[in-house]
């Protein structure tokens, strides 16, 4: 097969689809095992997969457990044209489309609840007079929106939705004038007490190991190093590996983002792709624009290039104040605006498409290069993925960043920057800073996103995050302080929580070490020192009891020190 137009396992889709719309292969009929494929096409069995991933994406093939791929028994033609001989296949959607709207209309207007259990997939099956695949088919996609939940063992059960009695954190005000950024040490005491696992674990925004189960990424890894260690024992490229840049270009298509592999450069995670970015189209002295809060991170990457933080208005679900910032660039000298595509850290704000095309446009007529940063973009519980600024209208000149780290394994540290006409300022600065990046993780990861187990893997941990916000905000409800006001996000994993000005996490910070406790305390999302009766917790970890116990612990702890 010839790979210069297409990916290999697309070509092989085309083949199968060729294949059922001539009647080689009939509805009900068993495809060839992946192995066989692979044999006969002379390609790997991870390549074959993708592509029997594909066409049950489309509702081409169907996946039995323990039995292998199927063509779907009842369906419009793999072309996509109507077929001429059943009327009922003749409509303009696929049945598992129809019926995925039909759940959806059932749960907009409250025939079915949030956290309410679903028909059974033979129950729907039977009412309908559809088959199991197709239920089934209409159940996925309405997972990967995000709408519907599967419990192992249980069923499906409609998404939990972020409902509760206290009220959203207030939105930040606008700092008058940029601040210089000191913040290095406290950074550095709350990454030392968040790596402690003897403290309650509220304090870091990475998902732990049991959560992310990345076994199958790790044998990947000791794959590679066993049957080709000595030649990923090298000094790669400082672009990355070509395979890995493929993957994530492929990747990006899905949200409308048009990029080649040369369009992307492999970075050491997220933070070094920010670095990068920052310093290509700022100077020492310079000042970035920044949400307000905004990851501690961020400012401390900030302080080390020697740059000044201006803190912008932000609201704790619609993220910063167009309006505010538009009147900010007729006075004040900006370099540059970092932002965060999704669910920033630590507000989880998510800024609408229409607001963000207004953004875009304002930045344009005052030459301000925007940069994103969008770690948290795949861990939404909204129906479709959240579309980044470089995927809108007005963002090709979007400077777009982000990483595996917070999806699937921050050990591995991989990121990316697609910096568009930077790209060689880009490339430069990284051969200064790193040189390159590690090759073999780069490969593991290449194989594994290619082996489409990334999808399921996410869906996955997309619920248990969800569940685990609920859980969190529960407890908050429950112990915290009547006053207290909590993020309510539809995605990340981590609560923004403010208590009334009085209040000083702080001192709270250093009680609840005492406790056994970390959590994040306001003022270190900050230039300027604020936010200090705020508090970030993160549901990063799987839930336990002792996490439970420990959030209603923090909870008296506050309560305690606002009777004081």
Not at 103 to 123: F, Y
Not at 328 to 348: H, K, Q, R, Y
């Amino acid at each position: 097969m010839d790979t210069n137009a297409t990916y290999r396992y697309e070509q092989l889709a085309q083949i199968f689809i060729r294949k059922i719309d001539k009647g080689v292969l009939a509805p009900g009929a068993r495809m060839p095992s992946v192995r066989a494929v692979g044999e006969q096409h002379g390609i790997s069995t991870s390549t074959a997969l993708q592509a029997y991933r594909l066409l049950q994406d489309r509702g081409i093939l169907v996946a039995r457990p323990q039995a292998g791929f199927y063509v779907a028994a009842s369906r419009a033609s793999a072309s996509g044209t109507r077929p001429t001989d059943n009327a009922a296949e003749s409509s303009a959607s696929h049945r598992y489309e129809q019926l995925a709207e039909l759940i959806v209309s059932m749960i907009d207007n409250g025939t079915l609840a949030p956290g309410e259990r679903v028909p059974s997939v033979r129950a729907l099956s039977e009412q309908h007079g559809i088959s199991i695949s197709t239920v089934l088919q209409a159940y996925r996609l309405l997972e990967d929106r995000g709408v519907l939940a599967a419990r192992p063992q249980s069923g499906f059960y409609v998404a939990a939705t972020q409902g509760g009695t206290l009220a959203r954190p207030s939105p930040s005000r606008l700092r008058s004038r940029a601040s210089t950024v000191s913040i290095s040490g406290a950074v550095a005491a709350l990454l030392e007490h968040a790596s402690n696992s003897a403290l309650v674990p509220l304090g870091c925004a990475v998902p732990d190991a049991a959560l992310l189960q990345s076994k199958r990424l790790d044998l990947a890894l000791a794959r590679a190093a066993r049957q080709h260690g000595a030649r990923h024992n090298v000094y790669g490229s400082p672009r990355g590996d070509l395979g890995l840049r493929r993957e994530i270009s492929r990747r990006a298509m899905r949200i409308g983002h048009a990029l080649s592999p040369d369009d992307v450069i492999i970075t050491n995670g997220c933070t070094e792709a920010v670095m990068l970015a920052l310093s290509a189209v700022a100077k020492p002295g310079d000042t970035i624009a920044v949400e307000s809060p905004t990851y501690f991170g961020l400012l401390h990457t900030l302080e080390v290039l020697g740059m000044k933080a201006l803190e912008l208005p932000t609201d704790p679900t619609r993220g910063v104040n167009v309006a505010a910032l538009a009147r900010l660039l007729d006075t004040e000298p900006v370099a540059a605006c970092m932002l965060s595509s999704s669910f920033s850290n630590p507000l989880g704000a998510l800024m609408p498409e229409a607001q963000k095309r207004e953004l875009l446009a304002l930045l344009a007529r005052h030459a301000i290069p925007l940069i994103e940063d969008d770690v948290y973009g795949e861990i939404h519980f909204t129906r479709e993925r959240p579309r980044p600024f470089i995927a809108l209208d007005g963002g090709a000149s979007t400077i777009y960043c982000s990483s595996f780290s917070k999806s699937l394994a921050p050990g591995y540290r991989i990121g990316w920057i697609a910096p568009g006409s930077l790209a060689q300022r880009v490339v430069d600065r990284k051969l200064a800073f790193s040189l390159c990046s590690p090759v073999l993780p780069q490969v593991a990861l290449a194989d594994f996103l290619a082996s489409g187990a990334y999808d399921a893997h996410m869906r996955r941990l997309r619920r248990l995050l969800e569940e685990n916000l609920l859980r969190l905000a529960r407890a908050i409800e429950a112990s915290f302080p009547p006053e207290t006001r909590v993020s309510r996000p539809a995605g990340g994993f981590a609560l923004w929580v403010e208590l009334p000005s009085r209040f000083d996490s702080r001192a709270l910070f250093d009680e609840a070490l005492e406790h056994g406790i970390c959590f994040a305390p306001g003022d270190v999302f900050s230039a300027s020192r604020r936010f200090r009766n705020c508090l970030r917790l993160s549901a990063g970890s799987t839930w336990s009891e002792r996490i439970d116990k420990g959030v209603r612990r923090l909870g008296a702890l506050a309560r305690t020190q606002l009777s004081r």
